[in-house]
């Protein structure tokens, strides 16, 4: 069992900045493969990042290439989202997953075996 806990959510005005982190505990985190995924009212989830338990391979939703940035410190079972530029659209739920498949999985959404409760992210125009 992996227990992912969010944090880092908040308002923020837009063309702002963000850092989400996701602890975990339970199992090795270096043996899993992590993501983001968002959820804005009305909609259905989304992949924002995913990146590999290395970190070596990194995968991101074409609507925030350039602006977020997925990162992991294995030694402190931590994975970050940095979100730069935020735009009013951003507004969501923003959620951590982690898979023990290869990170390219995760970017389907499938094949994910864990989940954390949710951070939100609101960004104001």
């Known amino acids: 069992q992996v227990q992912l806990v969010e944090s880092g959510g908040g308002l923020v005005q837009a063309g702002g900045s963000l850092r989400l982190s996701c602890a975990a505990s339970?199992?090795?985190?270096?043996?899993?493969?992590m993501g983001w995924f968002r959820q804005a009212p009305g909609k259905e989830r989304e992949f924002v990042a995913a990146?590999?338990?290395?970190?070596?391979?990194?995968y991101y939703a074409d609507s925030v290439k350039g602006r977020f940035t997925i990162s992991r410190d294995n030694a402190k079972n931590t994975v970050y989202l940095q979100m730069a530029s935020l735009k009013p659209e951003d507004t969501a739920v923003y959620y951590c997953?982690?898979?023990?498949?290869?990170?390219?999985?995760?970017?389907?959404?499938?094949?994910?075996?864990?989940w954390g409760q949710g951070t939100q992210v609101t960004v104001s125009s």
């Open positions: 990146i590999s338990w290395s970190g070596g391979s990194t």
């Open positions: 339970g199992r090795t985190f270096s043996n899993y493969a």
């Open positions: 997953a982690a898979t023990a498949g290869p990170a390219r999985t995760v970017v389907a959404g499938q094949g994910i075996d864990y």
